[in-house]
């Protein structure tokens, strides 16, 4: 699970919302308080370190302040933001971007309350040098954005792969899966029976899956077991009861979630990888539908046995929002499939990053130095935001990552005036060993010199102009023209870099994305 300074999901998603509205003159919000509203009381103030210099003071200093309490509720005032540090938890979700290409393949904008920068930019390789065992590498770099005094860093998590021979802990995976009438539709139910069979069909003789399905309720299909061999009598048996999954009626999901955890926690391993995997269109209209009811039933068992939640969203009406909730407080994280092709993706060819864990509650705080920035707004990750005094709390949760995997996080920074020198900031993450619970640490920083190219410069890392246009084309799906961040381009502009970005990088996964960027332009302009 991962707690904000305010405790639920909901609460932050309003505070959010009147904090937009507050700031809409155009000020910028600062890393780590878009959480809370302006004002508030000295507790609330002090969770998202606007109480002044004890309560903004960095581990290494650079995040000290002495302005003014006029300032404490802003980011972008005279003398800069009083808090230099923004703290989030690592996510490592992709359904966003998913269900985004989806829509707007069918001819629709997508809701912009669906759409979250991070996992847009997240869903694209980055390149990044990886560690050896568990933990992170980091890396930071940048480039400007314009002649403004903005630059766009980049701060890159990244874990070692599952080692070539494939060796892991086994998994105890507990698959729940939705059998409501809504999952009867083609590219649905059909495709949750599919990826099924192919992630059977790729996992170990010691690896063991139960079945549990929902509807109006829940039934326990195939209690854990152990799969032995590949062509056994086992695995047959794991087969037709894949194959007997049929749509019936109503989304019971609340009753799932609960006989699916409990079966999880019978069958559970010591020494292996213990994970619920839902599969559903989240589209709960029975039983309890608010996803933080639905997990705080069953807490025990993410708590005491170390169970994870791997959300797995399919279906063009796609309940994202819940799903998100989901992940969010079951230490997890989402994908979105809509096709064979994405399935065998998630499914086979990413299964180790979709089942395994490199690290647990892990949390990156970024330490801006305010003799060389005046101002900086994290891109996304609003769902994310933790505390800057709980980064070293290891009781406030933070993310799950698994190998293989890369989490980025974009910032938009803008140098004093006359700055050419100097650290810009210094990029650390935290997370605690995933079998020994043993808190880590890592670091790195970027000066202002390695901010310096030009954004679309044809020498600046393809990579990280991939990056900056995720960020930017979700943030104009959401937003729309309003308020662009600093150095966005239009959509038609987007649009122009892909085909050059497309070109250069010769991948899939970039020219899915200029036809995404292509699709939206359209629509905005039959839109008017």
């Not at 060796?167 to 698959?175: D, G, H, K, M, S």
């Not at 122009?496 to 970039?510: G, I, P, R, W, Y």
Request: hydrophobic share 35%; with cysteine.
């Amino acid at each position: 699970m991962r707690t904000g300074p305010d405790g639920t999901r909901g609460a932050r998603r309003r505070a959010a919302a009147l904090l937009a509205a507050a700031l809409a003159g155009g000020l910028l919000l600062t890393g780590c308080s878009a959480t809370d509203t302006p004002g508030g009381s000295s507790a609330d103030r002090k969770a998202r370190g606007a109480d002044g210099p004890a309560a903004s003071a960095a581990p290494d200093g650079s995040g000290d302040s002495e302005d003014s309490a006029e300032n404490s509720d802003k980011n972008g005032g005279k003398d800069g933001p009083v808090d230099y540090r923004s703290t989030f938890a690592l996510d490592v979700d992709t359904a966003s971007y998913g269900y985004a290409r989806r829509t707007l393949a069918d001819g629709r904008l997508p809701d912009a309350g669906s759409v979250r920068p991070e996992e847009f930019v997240n869903s694209f390789r980055q390149g990044y040098p990886r560690p050896t065992g568990n933990g992170f590498s980091v890396t930071v770099d940048g480039a400007r954005t314009g002649d403004d005094g903005w630059r766009l860093m980049r701060v890159g998590l990244a874990t070692a792969q599952s080692p070539a021979d494939g060796e892991r802990a086994p998994a105890t995976l507990t698959f729940v899966v939705d059998i409501s009438g809504s999952m009867g539709q083609p590219g649905r139910l059909d495709l949750v029976r599919s990826s099924l069979s192919q992630l059977t069909g790729r996992l170990r003789a010691d690896d063991s899956i139960a079945l549990v399905t929902f509807s109006g309720e829940a039934r326990t299909v195939l209690p854990m077991t152990r799969l032995g061999s590949k062509g056994g009598a086992v695995r047959e048996k794991v087969q037709d009861a894949i194959d007997t999954l049929e749509a019936t009626d109503s989304t019971n999901l609340e009753a799932g979630i609960t006989t699916g955890y409990a079966t999880a926690v019978k069958g559970a391993r010591s020494g292996a990888t213990n994970r619920v995997v839902l599969l559903s269109d989240a589209l709960a209209n029975s039983g309890e539908t608010d996803g933080d009811a639905i997990l705080d039933r069953i807490s025990d068992a993410r708590r005491e046995h170390g169970i994870t939640l791997f959300g797995v969203g399919v279906g063009s009406d796609y309940g994202d929002q819940l799903m998100e909730e989901l992940a969010d407080k079951g230490d997890g994280h989402t994908s979105y499939v809509s096709s064979e092709a994405e399935a065998r993706k998630v499914f086979t060819e990413q299964l180790p990053a979709n089942i395994e864990l490199r690290a647990r509650d892990a949390k990156a705080q970024v330490a801006f130095d305010k003799d060389t920035v005046s101002d900086f707004r994290l891109l996304g990750y609003d769902d994310r935001r933790v505390a800057d005094d709980d980064f070293r709390d290891d009781s406030v949760d933070g993310g799950e990552v698994g190998p293989g995997h890369t989490v980025t996080a974009l910032y938009a920074v803008k140098l004093r005036e006359g700055v050419e020198s100097g650290r810009v900031a210094k990029a650390t993450v935290r997370w605690l060993d995933p079998e020994s619970r043993t808190p880590r640490e890592a670091s790195g920083d970027v000066a202002v010199p390695a901010l310096g190219g030009d954004l679309w410069s044809g020498k600046t890392s393809p990579r990280l102009r991939v990056d900056a246009v995720a960020a930017y084309f979700a943030h104009r799906l959401a937003e729309g023209s309003n308020e662009p961040y600093p150095g966005e381009p239009s959509l038609n502009e987007l649009s122009l870099k892909m085909e050059k970005l497309t070109a250069v990088t010769e991948d899939q996964d970039v020219a899915a994305l200029a036809n995404a960027v292509r699709d939206a332009g359209r629509l905005r302009d039959a839109e008017g």
